[in-house]
């Protein structure tokens, strides 16, 4: 498949609500954002439509998503907030028309279930990261590193790039795969279906929200009981919280995993302002001690 479109100054991007949905003043700071870096802009048809606990009907959801593959002018789809309702387009999506017009889909969070798919049913990367609604913006230090990654100028993240974060060797080592990652309760719900990745040699990277250690535990015990981590060759934990705070989720994990795979925690990738945006389905390597990710250039 040839190289996604990066998103450059003065390019258009369509913006899109595949799951909840939003109301404009939630995603102001977002706007302002790619107003700073010359991003252009169009709202889908029902990108603030509301039906409940998701945006719109299925059949409008997907006619915003094909409205903007099939406009050669815009570059990617971007999806304005997570939420929930990307599990409801999985099955009537039509993937051929991602292939003929293959585009970069930007979202985060429940877009995990798409993104996947997407990977699965023709193998186009995606990117994971960046809701206007809470991580596109100032606030965010890592929103210049996200957005020279959309320009394809970036393909590495290395411990200088961290800006600090306090981020935790489990396992040294290094390894190589394609960097595949998520929401982990996201993950879990495809288990079983024809959108839940088969491929081997994965760089793991994942996070959650509000989900208590004991489903946390299930959703790793569920994933061992189909023999998924030994498809695993590295895994990178980002940030899972609670109401109450962070979670420490290396107790329940590290018993699942191969002594010798390398392991990082406390990245800075999840539900919180200062989140970096990875790539999803792209070839890469990571190794430990320095800490450093580079991905093979999908973006061109």
């Known amino acids: 498949m040839r190289k996604l479109s990066p998103i450059l100054p003065g390019n258009k991007i369509g913006l899109i609500s595949p799951a909840s949905p939003v109301k404009k003043e939630q995603i102001q700071k977002g706007l302002d954002t790619l107003a700073k870096y010359d991003i252009q802009y169009e709202f889908g048809k029902h990108a603030f439509s509301d039906y409940g606990i998701v945006s719109a009907t299925v059949n409008d959801r997907l006619d915003d998503i094909n409205y903007f593959l099939k406009r050669e002018d815009f570059k990617a789809l971007w999806a304005l907030r997570g939420g929930y309702g990307s599990m409801q387009l999985l099955k009537e999506f039509d993937y051929s028309l991602l292939k003929q017009y293959p585009k ?76 595949i990652g998520g929401t982990l309760s996201m993950i879990c719900s495809l288990c079983g279906t024809p959108y839940f990745s088969h491929r081997d040699d994965l760089i793991l990277y994942l996070d959650d929200v509000n989900e208590p250690l004991y489903r946390i535990d299930r959703y790793f015990q569920q994933l061992a009981l189909m023999d998924f981590w030994s498809r695993v060759k590295g895994v990178i934990l980002g940030q899972f919280t609670s109401e109450e705070g962070p979670l420490n989720v290396v107790p329940l994990l590290k018993p699942l995993l191969s002594t010798s795979m390398p392991i990082i925690s406390d990245f800075p990738y999840g539900h919180l302002t200062n989140s970096i945006a990875l790539f999803q389905g792209v070839e890469a390597k990571i190794k430990m001690n320095p800490f450093q990710i580079t991905w093979k250039p999908i973006l061109g």
Do not use: H, Y
């Open 104 to 179: 970069l889909l930007i979202g985060f969070s429940d877009l995990t279930a798409f993104q996947w798919a997407i990977f699965k049913q023709i193998g186009l990367p995606s990117f994971s990261g960046f809701t206007l609604t809470s991580q596109l913006c100032d606030e965010n230090l890592f929103v210049g590193l996200g957005m020279e990654m959309l320009s394809g100028k970036r393909t590495s993240v290395t411990e200088t790039d961290l800006l600090g974060s306090e981020i935790q060797i489990i396992n040294p080592g290094e390894a190589e795969g394609i960097l």
